[in-house]
C-alpha cells in the first residue's frame, strides 16, 4: 500500500510539474509575442488564416462525404424497393407512373439522357434515352390489363417512332402479352418486345439488354397460356 501511494504521489509530482512547464512556456510566448509583435503579426495573421482555410475545407470534404454517403444509402433503398415491387403494384399504377418505372429502370441499367415524354402528342415514344453502349432508343410502354393482348398496330406505331426520332433501338415494355403475330413482327423488325413474364424479371434486377437474348420468347407453350387465361381471364 505505501509503495502504491508513492508512485500515484510521484506521478501526481510529475503531471504538476508538466502543467507548471507549460505554464511557464505559454507565458514566456505570450512576453515574447508582445515585445517582437511588429515583426511577428504577419506570420500569426497568416498562420491562423491558414488555420481558419485548413478547418473550413476540412469541414466541406466531412460534409460531401455525408452527403455522398446518405445518397448511396437512399440508392441502395431505392433498389431494394424496387426489388420488392410486385407485379401486382404495377398493375395499379398510371400510365404516367408506369412510364416513369420504365425510366428509372433504364436508369438503373446505366441508360443515359433519359427522359419521359409520354403525352398526347408523343409521335409514339413514351421514354428516350441511350443504351449504356451509347446507341440511341426509343421506349413505348403500355399498362394494360393482364388479360389484354398487345396487336401488332402497337407495334407498328412503334416502328414509326423509331424512324421518327432517328432511334437506334425500339424497345415495347407492357404489363400483359403479345399475341402471336405481334411477338412475330417484333422479332422481325428488331424491336425488343418485354412482356409481363420478362417485364417481372426486369424489374427484379435483370438488366434490360440481357433480355434481347431472349426476345421473342417467354410467353411459354400452350400449357402456359392455359395457366395465363385461367388466371387473368383471357
Known amino acids: 500500500m505505501a ?3 508513492r508512485r500515484g504521489a510521484a506521478a501526481r509530482r510529475r503531471r504538476q510539474a508538466r502543467l507548471k512547464a507549460a505554464g511557464i512556456g505559454g507565458g514566456v510566448l505570450l512576453v515574447l509575442l508582445a515585445m517582437f509583435w511588429s515583426a511577428v503579426w504577419p506570420y500569426v495573421t497568416a498562420a491562423l488564416l491558414l488555420g481558419g482555410i485548413g478547418a ?7 460534409t460531401d462525404r455525408i452527403v455522398r454517403a446518405r445518397d448511396h444509402r437512399w440508392r441502395q433503398e431505392e ?3 424496387a426489388g420488392r415491387r410486385t407485379l401486382a403494384e404495377v398493375d395499379a399504377m398510371t400510365g404516367t407512373e408506369f412510364e416513369e418505372l420504365v425510366a428509372s429502370l433504364c436508369r438503373r441499367d446505366g441508360c443515359t ?6 403525352g398526347s402528342h408523343d409521335n409514339g415514344a413514351d421514354v428516350l434515352g441511350r443504351l449504356p453502349d451509347g446507341r440511341t432508343m426509343v421506349v413505348q410502354c403500355k399498362r394494360y390489363a393482364p388479360s389484354s393482348t ?3 398496330r402497337e407495334l407498328r406505331d412503334l416502328l414509326g417512332a423509331k424512324v421518327h426520332f432517328r432511334a437506334d433501338v425500339a424497345v ?6 403479345f399475341s402471336r403475330p405481334s411477338e412475330k413482327f417484333a422479332v422481325e423488325h428488331e424491336i425488343l418486345a418485354v412482356h409481363r413474364d420478362h417485364l417481372g424479371l426486369w424489374n427484379n434486377g435483370t438488366s434490360l439488354l440481357s433480355l434481347s437474348g431472349v426476345n421473342g420468347h417467354g410467353q411459354g407453350d ?3 397460356r392455359a395457366h395465363w387465361k385461367q388466371a387473368y381471364g383471357k
Open 79 to 81: 433498389e431494394v424497393k
Open 3 to 5: 509503495a502504491r501511494r
Open 222 to 224: 400452350s400449357r402456359h
Open 172 to 177: 415495347f415494355v407492357t404489363t400483359t402479352r
Open 150 to 152: 398487345i396487336a401488332s
Open 113 to 118: 439522357e433519359v427522359r419521359r415524354v409520354g
Open 56 to 62: 473550413m475545407g476540412w469541414w466541406l470534404w466531412r
